[in-house]
């Protein structure tokens, strides 16, 4: 079993930064493919980022790209996301993911280990 923990959500002026944490239980976290995903109101959630389990490859989506940075650090078994240049349209809750058995990494069903959420906020 892993257990993930989100934090460092919040409400930011467009155009400002955030940092969200993901605390992973489990003396397997390193083998792991991990993600973010988001979710607007209203709508379905959407992959973020992606980090290979080593952190040599990462993978956006378009609408982050250039803006939000993935990275992990196994020996504290967090991953984290760093956002900048917020827009309002990145309001979501904010989802940190775990995908233990490959596939997919834009697909959210390929993911088996998920944390509650954080709410990021992005006021205009």
């Known amino acids: 079993q892993v257990q993930l923990v989100e934090s460092g959500g919040g409400l930011v002026q467009a155009g400002g930064s955030l940092r969200l944490s993901c605390a992973a239980s489990g003396r397997t976290f390193s083998r792991y493919v991990m993600g973010w995903f988001r979710q607007a109101p209203g709508k379905e959630r959407e992959f973020a980022a992606g980090?290979?389990?080593?952190?040599?490859?990462?993978a956006y989506a378009d609408s982050v790209k250039g803006r939000f940075t993935i990275f992990r650090d196994n020996a504290k078994n967090t991953v984290h996301l760093q956002m900048n240049s917020l827009k309002s349209e990145d309001t979501a809750v904010y989802y940190c993911?775990?995908?233990?058995?490959?596939?997919?990494?834009?697909?959210?069903?390929?993911?088996?280990?998920w944390g509650q959420g954080t709410q990021v906020t992005v006021s205009s």
């Open positions: 993911a775990a995908q233990t058995y490959g596939g997919s990494w834009y697909d959210r069903d390929t993911y088996d280990y």
């Open positions: 980090l290979s389990w080593s952190g040599g490859r990462t």
